[in-house]
């Protein structure tokens, strides 16, 4: 089925992401008792990501950093408060109408680069994450989550500056997907040049959205509720009178 589908609002539609959330917790718990590299030891929170396969974005950034590790909550920083910018207002949604998750789930201490063995090992969760939230595109936040992801998708990464802004169309298990990759907003935050090429490549990103706006849901609904309405009243009327 379509993304666009999705939100018209049947009552399958709120079963699926009822099922959506329901694997996701499931995930997350077990991620909650993972001791499966040595970062749980000096984590404070694990922080399995959030939100939901409303829009059919996932966005994947590298770790939690220390508010994230205080708060258990992805991207809640300043690098945070960026994302959550671009998203509003280069995307046109809401924060809670995306996913945000990370490579790992546990903070790197002094937000040192993530250890090969440490991907490895928390690489499942991520994949299993995915295929749950069966996105129809996929952000990379910086290099550590693109080469990642480019590599389980079979595509060569040859860098984050050079991959940057390019969408590439992948089979994932659930279907054709975009893949795409951006500059980390945390290495934004600091230096302007980088901010306004991430600032343009969310803008091309809008392009790829699928959703219909909410207001053509909101309508199909009252019509459909009124249409009910209408018919109850004529049963109403045709029984009273006989
Ligand atoms: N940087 C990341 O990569 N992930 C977060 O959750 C916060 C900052
Ligand atoms: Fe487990 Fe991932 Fe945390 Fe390592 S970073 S302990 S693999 S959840």
Redesign the pocket.
């Known amino acids: 089925m379509e993304n666009s589908d999705s939100i018209l609002g049947t009552s399958e539609d709120s079963e699926n992401s009822e099922n959506i959330n329901l694997e996701l917790e499931q995930i997350a718990e077990e991620i909650k008792k993972c001791k499966k590299c040595d970062l749980w030891k000096t984590k404070t929170n694990y922080?399995p990501g959030e939100g939901s396969s409303y829009s059919g974005i996932v966005f994947v950034?590298?770790?939690?950093?220390r508010e994230?590790d205080i708060q258990g909550r992805?991207?809640v920083?300043n690098?945070?408060k960026l994302l959550t910018e671009l998203i509003e207002d280069k995307l046109g949604l809401r924060r809670e109408q995306v996913f945000?998750g990370?490579v790992l789930k546990c903070r790197p201490p002094n937000n040192r680069d993530p250890l090969p063995e440490e991907i490895e090992a928390c690489k499942p969760y991520l994949i299993r994450q995915l295929k749950v939230l069966k996105p129809s595109i996929i952000v990379c936040?910086?290099r550590h989550s693109a080469s990642l992801l480019f590599n389980e998708f079979g595509l060569p990464f040859s860098g984050i500056t050079r991959v940057r802004g390019k969408p590439f169309e992948v089979k994932a298990d659930w279907g054709k997907i975009k893949l795409i990759a951006v500059y980390?907003?945390?290495a934004a935050l600091y230096r302007p040049p980088l901010k306004e090429t991430l600032e343009k490549d969310f803008s091309k990103l809008r392009e790829f959205i699928k959703i219909k706006p909410k207001i053509q849901k909101e309508k199909g609904r009252n019509s459909t509720r009124t249409l009910t309405k209408t018919l109850n009243k004529t049963l109403k009327d045709y029984f009273s009178e006989i």
């Open positions: 922080v950034g590298e770790a939690p950093g994230e992805p991207f920083g690098a945070g945000i990370n936040l910086g980390h907003p945390a």
